[in-house]
């Protein structure tokens, strides 16, 4: 319960977290300006999971579980789907390097980024890294990869 009241306090009125959210020791919050994050119910944070809005919105679907040391990162909007699973040491994020110019090296590139949906009963397997929608129901293979064709 302490866990829940020190995430809503920093957040600055930013997360809604519904009661029945059980958040395990280390798990972070981080929310930028104009972002949001919304746990329905049953949502479990995995130990030091993280959770960074740094644009947009996270919402985590009813039942939906992160492991431990799981990430999700946002920039335009990630919806995790109800009883979705985000494996542990997992890395779910809606932004991709760019590759437009070719001439310049990618860490002075934009960062593409779109709206990202991981569907219902998804699951994404330990330390798999994910930047591309993912289909309700389906299983990501532990250590795949998923990329967005831009």
Do not use: C, K, N
Not at 6 to 30: D, Q, W
Not at 37 to 50: A, C, E, H, Y
């Amino acid at each position: 319960m302490l866990r829940l009241l020190r995430i809503r306090l920093g957040s600055l009125g930013r997360v809604r977290v519904s009661r029945s959210v059980r958040v395990a020791r280390g798990a972070r919050v981080e929310v930028a300006r104009g972002a949001r994050v919304v746990l329905f119910p049953g949502v479990q944070l995995g130990p030091d999971s993280r959770i960074s809005a740094l644009g947009g919105s996270v919402e985590i679907g009813p039942g939906a579980r992160l492991g431990e040391r799981a990430i999700v990162v946002s920039h335009a909007g990630v919806t995790i789907g109800a009883r979705a699973v985000v494996g542990d040491w997992a890395a779910v994020s809606d932004a991709a390097p760019g590759f437009t110019d070719a001439e310049r090296p990618i860490r002075v590139q934009p960062v593409a980024a779109m709206p990202l949906v991981v569907g219902d009963d998804a699951v994404i397997g330990l330390h798999a890294a994910v930047d591309a929608p993912v289909a309700p129901g389906a299983v990501v293979a532990p250590y795949a990869a998923s990329a967005r064709h831009t």
